[in-house]
């Protein structure tokens, strides 16, 4: 909508739009993060793991070079031997394997918090557009994962030279070493390799995961006329909801002159007002208002209780104290005595009438 009406995206996402926008898994994650985590997650685990995993595989060697003389080679034992040789080195490579499930999920939920959708997943024919996908290769976006890429690999790179570098004198005496201690060296300048590494990866994630919260926030932006909208359809449209009101206040006042036949007494200011009562002794602790209005309802509470026979009575100050109670509630105990007068009057009439 922005595009076609040459509006700009000025007004910041409003709460259901970031919801249509999660709902949809489109979310503020950076792969950087996920990156440097499960990388430096990988370096400590294999720090304290890696004995474990060099003494494993050398136990499963020997034992196959020491019974490779014993074990017959046909095409009947060759699937158990590898089936065999996979689970033990799937064993050896579980812990790692499970690392990366469990710290994969974590800096997800970290960055999004929980979030479970199939919409990224459902078939979209657009996407299958050539067109499209050419333009995707010469977005912005490409262009600056491409940026960030050259960044990543130029600062590994950096750190990975200076590094090697800064240990060019020690390299020297390896000639003078014999295997296991040359082993151990390189074992330790590689992992020191991997640590600067991680170190990098980190502050590289904290600038992707800023730079990626912000892109998204353009992203969700809205002109004035999709905030207008947008409003409407959360809010209502301000004439239907007009409609609505005046469609149940006309079904309030039908039920309303349909409670006026049974009334007891009408008592009334002559111009304006009319209130209606009833009282059932025994059940009720006081008279309740089962009507009330005043001028054009008014006149309709009078008529319809003329037709019925229901009896009118001007008073003046009792209408319009009567007239404050709300509908459907007891007079208040002030007004006990004023309204019993009238319902004795009433009552009086009524006998004389029978």
């Not at 996920?34 to 890696?50: C, E, H, K, P, S």
């Not at 089936?83 to 974590?106: Q, R």
């Not at 809010?235 to 206040?249: F, N």
Request: charged share 25%.
């Amino acid at each position: 909508m922005a595009a076609d009406s040459g509006q700009e995206k000025t007004e910041q996402a409003t709460s259901k739009r970031r919801e249509d926008f999660r709902k949809k898994g489109q979310v503020a994650q950076s792969r950087e993060v996920n990156t440097a985590l499960l990388m430096t997650g990988a370096v400590i685990l294999w720090f304290f793991y890696a004995p474990m995993f060099w003494r494993g595989l050398n136990e499963i060697l020997s034992t196959i070079w020491g019974r490779s003389a014993e074990l017959a080679v046909t095409t009947s034992t060759i699937p158990g031997l590898l089936g065999t040789l996979m689970v033990k080195i799937g064993l050896l490579l579980a812990p790692l394997l499970l690392l990366t499930l469990v710290l994969g999920f974590a800096a997800s939920v970290m960055q999004i918090g929980w979030l479970f959708t199939t919409k990224p997943m459902e078939l979209d024919f657009s996407k299958l557009n050539p067109i499209t996908g050419m333009k995707k290769f010469v977005s912005k976006r490409m262009v600056v994962e491409l940026v960030k890429s050259l960044i990543k690999v130029g600062l590994v790179g950096y750190v990975a030279y200076r590094t090697v570098a800064g240990e060019f004198e020690n390299a020297l005496y390896l000639v003078d070493m014999d295997l296991v201690e040359t082993v151990r060296y390189l074992g330790k300048v590689s992992f020191l390799i991997l640590l600067k590494t991680c170190g990098v990866l980190f502050v590289l994630a904290i600038f992707d995961y800023g730079f990626t919260r912000w892109e998204m926030e353009e992203k969700m932006k809205m002109t004035k006329q999709e905030t207008k909208e947008e409003h409407k359809q959360t809010e209502g449209d301000p004439h239907l909801k007009a409609k609505i009101r005046a469609v149940q206040m006309q079904m309030a006042r039908k039920r309303m002159m349909a409670e006026v036949p049974k009334a007891d007494v009408v008592v009334t200011n002559p111009t304006h007002l009319s209130v209606a009562l009833v009282y059932e002794r025994g059940r009720m602790s006081a008279p309740r208002v089962v009507a009330k209005g005043a001028d054009l309802v008014a006149m309709k509470i009078r008529e319809i209780a003329r037709e019925n026979h229901v009896p009118l009575v001007e008073n003046v100050p009792v209408a319009r104290a009567l007239y404050e109670v709300e509908l459907g509630q007891e007079i208040p105990e002030d007004m006990f005595k004023a309204v019993a007068e009238i319902l004795a009057y009433v009552y009086s009439l009524k006998g004389r009438s029978s």
